[in-house]
């Protein structure tokens, strides 16, 4: 393998290296850090298919680099630095129960909030106070399957690196556009390049495909049990609704963010009305 | 309290009637003695609305019976064995890490596929071979909101009263027609009955929105990682995809099953095309 050079063997839980990466399976540990851990050969591949800066590839020395990985590093010609860990190592930086032996160290990506509106996308999807790791994860890996191009957290919403965001967000987040911030003072200037911000209450008098999603539009989705706060509601432009025909309260928030994501994909390829 | 008198006080987890209870957390167990476990008040309350058959409603008595269970319990003037345990027998009967303290133990409902398909409803859901009980869940729920009449859960799917599958369908098991059968049978059946089935495939050439969902039609979906066989693909009617305009590879399974479902509620109100 040409990259053995670059190898190094790690054996102890208490080596340093170790003990720093250690403390990102906390967000603290993260924040400090400005790295993420994912895990398992399809996410890392992923993660090089789409040029993310990766700090570490840490291998179980009693499972060997997965060739497909191997061949993957070669493709790219990528001189990344490559540690071969114990089993114990690999353990106590994995968050999984059966961990798939293979771990990278991810920079996180630096995107400034006013680039992401400078753009000026046409379709946003605002995240607030959204609470459940996997609802979230789930919500940006349908986000990318819509064509969402920017997606801004509120603060108070889950971490976007939490180890069970990534998993279930699947490689999308590395696809995406993706920043955290205030979201109070993000939507006026959404609002002034043009974007009409368009919220979800089960008391709102549209059906979510009785309004024309065509334009340039952010979505904004909130709280899996309360929904969207009122100050929040007061901002946006619009109000929509998902229609229970049968008997169920509500739908899981995911679901529910998928439906008026995938309605813009159908109003623009079939028109709106 | 007017059902005191029917009042049990179990301490022992050694006790038999705990004993039987236990074993109701298997499949097994559930299997032979036709009855499943549901934990939570708001559960609970569900099922006496939907006019469930309740065994035994089983409480902390370091917690109470919650006064809304009671409320409920006499609004609707039920005599509903109700038993008073210990906290390690609540423990050891509950399946969530923080218990409520209050479970139930409800009959199975038997409804025969005959009389599901005699109905003649309009709107049916088959999974075929989803594994996860989250997915399961999560899917009757959504079925349940866009108004699906009956389910036939193939028989490798996972089955129906996992506690994980009940907890995430928040009571939309209770309003919903349920019935696991060989779907292999069921498909010529519910066509003979004039209902059009429909399935999923990345490779399908009509959208899901371009197809008429207005008729009687059976949506089918199939297991997260494999899709439906190609077996399966042979006997339907028609195949739609779901386009992925971004980057993701695919969608979760709940989501792109919701999508489904609310389109044919979407063309109820708006019209086919």
Redesign the interface.
């Known amino acids: 393998m040409e990259s053995e050079k670059k190898m190094e063997v790690i054996q102890s839980t208490n080596n340093p290296r170790i003990k720093t990466w250690y403390q990102l399976k906390s967000k603290k540990g993260r924040q400090e850090q400005g790295l993420y851990i994912i895990e398992g050969i399809k996410l890392i591949e992923e993660a090089i298919d789409a040029k993310q800066e990766i700090e570490a590839l840490i291998f179980d020395q009693g499972k060997d680099l997965p060739e497909s990985l191997a061949l993957h590093l070669e493709k790219y010609d990528l001189s990344i630095p490559i540690v071969s860990v114990s089993t114990p190592v690999i353990e106590k930086l994995s968050d999984t129960e059966t961990p798939q032996g293979v771990l990278a160290i991810l920079k996180k990506k630096n995107i400034e909030i006013e680039k992401l509106l400078e753009n000026q996308f046409s379709f946003y999807l605002l995240i607030d106070q959204i609470q459940d790791p996997g609802n979230l994860g789930?919500i940006i890996?349908?986000?990318?399957?819509?064509?969402?191009q920017g997606i801004i957290l509120g603060n108070s919403t889950v971490e976007l690196y939490n180890s069970k965001v990534i998993r279930?967000a699947?490689?999308?987040i590395f696809?995406?556009s993706i920043v955290q911030d205030e979201l109070d003072q993000i939507i006026p200037k959404l609002q002034k390049n043009g974007v009409k911000v368009i919220g979800t209450s089960p008391y709102a008098s549209k059906?979510y495909?009785?309004v024309d999603l065509t334009q340039k539009v952010a979505i904004i989705v909130g709280n899996e049990a309360k929904g969207l706060s009122d100050s929040r509601k007061q901002q946006v432009d619009e109000m929509i609704k998902?229609?229970?025909?049968?008997?169920?309260?509500?739908?899981?928030v995911?679901?529910a963010t998928?439906?008026i994501l995938?309605?813009r994909?159908?109003q623009m390829?079939?028109g709106w009305a």
């Open positions: 789930t890996r349908s986000a990318d399957a819509a064509g969402v279930s699947m490689g999308s696809h995406l059906t495909f009785e998902i229609p229970l025909v049968g008997k169920a309260e509500s739908l899981n995911a679901m998928t439906l995938y309605e994909v159908r390829e079939k």
